[in-house]
């Protein structure tokens, strides 16, 4: 009967410490997979926004903005900031640029344990695409 009643009370102390360390796994993981996330759509962002603005035939740089920012629109992680700069004649380039931003989950844990770890990650996608002209 005492063996018994020291075997589950090992089993509880296992699961006491597994636990927040399964917890933290978990969190760190969705906080990469909202970074990873936001990364691809700021980079398809960019990409679509440069390639809408190098066919336009007229306004590449609000072309270009417009696109890429009814693209980041969508997506309801983080917030994006698009930029675009180039373009006006035929065989300049354009550049657009996206930067993103997403929440850090771990940051207020991480202070309470001496590690200082940013408030949001933060990041910038950028797409180049020569003008064409006809």
Do not use: C
């Amino acid at each position: 009967m005492i063996r018994r009643l020291f075997s589950k009370r090992a089993e509880l102390d296992e699961a006491a410490f597994a636990l927040p360390v399964l917890l933290l796994v978990s969190l760190a993981l969705v906080n990469l997979a909202l970074l990873g996330f936001a990364a691809v759509n700021a980079a398809n962002a960019a990409e679509y926004g440069a390639r809408m603005g190098s066919v336009a035939q007229s306004g590449q740089v609000s072309v270009a903005a417009q696109h890429a920012s009814a693209k980041v629109s969508a997506v309801q992680v983080g917030t994006y900031a698009v930029s675009v700069s180039g373009g006006g004649t035929p065989g300049s380039r354009i550049e657009v640029a996206v930067t993103y931003r997403v929440p850090n989950y771990l940051g207020g844990l991480a202070r309470l344990f001496g590690v200082n770890l940013p408030g949001q990650f933060q990041g910038v996608a950028r797409a180049y695409f020569r003008q064409e002209g006809w």
